[in-house]
């Protein structure tokens, strides 16, 4: 029997990436799924490797409130249920630097990186409320390196990272003791992960970055690229009643030790 036998999830972002992986991990560990994702390219290879009485996918953006209402609905249609809401939709704004950007711009990407980074997780969170205190479910949210240092994305990134550890802290004493809600700060990992529109990195796949196997490598202590599969077993131990019931308010860093690494060279501001 998997950790997750019985219970019904809802993943944003899950029809690729890291979101993929969860959704696949989650399976196998006995969950059904609901998938909220904008891409129909990837829904359409979703609902090829499932069985659609296992995995339901929805069409939408999370920015969405409708979108999110129409995922949950979808979720107790087909399963009865939501224990589990899985916040993962991101885009990353590919570390450009403050000083490179136009004022001009600078609203349109602030509203475009913290639409979907952060309102995304919170209309996410309060579509899922109703049916995760019936289920006395919980909430995972998907946060980064960047949430915790400096350098692993550009200023946009890096603050929506750490709203989103606030809404971690504020939900958590919300919702308690009937919701738990906690966090996976992966590092880096070579996957579909796009940018900003306005700033054409919609375009972009993060694993398709030049040299950016060998920057991971060389920044991580623990030495290696790790695959999104690598991380979907941190979103398993805190969806598991029995293995992490007593667990909210807290953030699995699963960053092969960035956090860790010590001193190293300042960038400065020699680029200004």
Known sequence: MGWLEGQTALVTGGASGLGRAVVDRFVQEGARVVVLDRSAEHIEKLKADHDRRTVVAVKGDVTSPAANQKAVA???????????????????????????????????????????????????????????????????????????????????????????RGLITELAYELAPKVRVNGVAPGGCGTDLRGPKCLGFDRVALGGVPGIDDLVKMVTPLGFLPAAEDYAGLYVLLASRENSRTVTGSILRGDGGIGVRGLTQTRGGDDL
Not at 105 to 127: C, H, Q, R, T, W
Request: proline share 5%; charged share 15%.
């Open 74 to 164: 979808a979720a107790v249609k087909a399963f009865g249920q939501l224990d589990i809401f899985v916040g993962n939709a991101g885009i990353w704004d590919y570390s450009i630097p403050l000083a490179h950007l136009p004022l001009t711009m600078l609203p349109e990407v602030f509203d475009e990186v913290f639409g979907v980074n952060v309102k995304g997780y919170i209309l996410g969170s309060k579509a899922a409320l109703p049916e995760l205190v019936k289920s006395k479910g919980c909430i995972i949210f998907t946060l980064s390196n960047a949430a915790f240092d400096p350098g692993g994305g550009g200023a946009f990134y890096t603050a929506s990272k750490h709203a989103v």
